[in-house]
């Protein structure tokens, strides 16, 4: 399979619209050795057609979506007057920065030559837990809405690790993980989690036996966690914080990124902790990154850290074939 990074950065991206912190003032000033970043999203496509077009599996619906099609052609084959390789949509929770680019998605239709017009709108295939569907039917009524458009079928994603695929995204099978984060702001038990609020994706190469572990969100590792990172040939995890009162150190808010389902990089207990229990031979990558991160500044003190832990940071336009 083949994994593009769309985006990398954490809600707000990279630099954020109203944000003049070190990194956002820095990378605008040009005096600040770092890359822009769209919102977190990726695309999993099999690796067979990576040239011819294949199909793909879309991982959360960020509010930059439109400019990360247009930034990766391969999202956009043109086969037909209306196409994309969007064969469905993967939802790790019901978050504004993963959620807010369904409705981009919303011209989608189909031949029907039997209409005037002569087509239909055609449904986005999307699979998310029955939490997230919950969420996204009243707090933010996306799914609602887009019932106006395109519409929605809603696959079910289960908690118990039971195998699931998306037609059209041939040879590849994704394994959910209920994980320990946050339901979104508006949520109703944003305080309250329930399991499903937040999911980790294992996806594996059916042919290859390869594997990803995607958890853009993820506020603690539990023994299960653990266990599906070390079975990863690449893990893509929660790159939000290097440090837990790293917004209110920067002064851009009040929240502790533990409060807010992000276990920060330090210090005791932290992500760079967990990377360093893993295989030598995993791939470790760092993905939703928030604008006031210190590893985003390509000189600083933290990311020659991660260097020296094989630590990577995702960009925007990555690419891995697993
Ligand atoms: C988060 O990851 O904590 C949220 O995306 C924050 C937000 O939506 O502003
Ligand atoms: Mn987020
Ligand atoms: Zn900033």
Redesign the pocket.
């Known amino acids: 399979m083949r994994i593009t990074v769309l985006g990398s950065a954490?809600?707000?991206g990279f630099p954020q619209w109203n944000c003049n912190c070190r990194n956002c003032a820095g990378l605008r000033a040009g005096t600040l050795k770092a890359k822009a970043r769209t919102q977190s999203s990726i695309f999993i496509r099999p690796d067979a057609g990576a040239h011819s077009g294949a199909d793909g599996v879309l991982f959360n619906a960020s509010p930059d979506l439109l400019a990360q099609i247009r930034a990766n052609a391969h999202l956009q084959p043109g086969r037909g007057l209306r196409d994309s390789a969007i064969a469905g949509v993967v939802l790790m929770?019901g978050?504004?920065?993963?959620v807010t680019g369904l409705f981009m998605l919303r011209e989608r239709s189909r031949p029907a030559p039997e209409r005037p017009g002569g087509r239909a709108p055609d449904p986005l295939p999307l699979w998310c837990t029955d939490a997230v569907a919950e969420d996204l039917t009243h707090g933010n009524p996306v799914l609602r809405v887009l019932t106006h458009y395109c519409g929605t079928t809603h696959h079910a994603i289960s908690l118990d690790g039971a195998p699931f695929s998306v037609p059209g995204a041939e040879g590849i099978q994704f394994k959910a993980l209920p994980l320990d984060s946050?339901a979104?702001?508006y949520s109703p038990h944003r305080d309250s989690g329930e399991p499903g609020d937040n999911i980790g994706i294992t996806a594996i190469d059916t042919a290859s036996g390869r594997r990803l572990f995607y958890a853009?969100?993820l506020g603690a590792v539990t023994p299960a966690v653990f266990d599906a990172m070390a079975s990863a040939d690449v893990v893509m995890v929660d790159g939000?914080f290097w440090t837990d009162d790293e917004m209110i150190t920067t002064g851009v808010g009040p929240q502790r990124a533990r409060a807010?389902?992000?276990l920060p990089q330090s210090g005791p207990g932290g992500m760079l902790e967990v990377l360093a229990r893993l295989p030598a031979t995993t791939r470790k990558l760092l993905i939703?990154i928030n604008n006031t991160n210190p590893i985003l500044d390509e000189d600083s003190a933290p990311r020659a850290e991660l260097a020296r832990a094989g630590v990577e940071v995702c960009e925007d336009g990555m690419q891995i074939t697993l």
């Open positions: 954490a809600g707000g929770d978050q504004i920065d993963h946050k979104a702001p853009p969100g939000t807010i389902g992000h939703h």
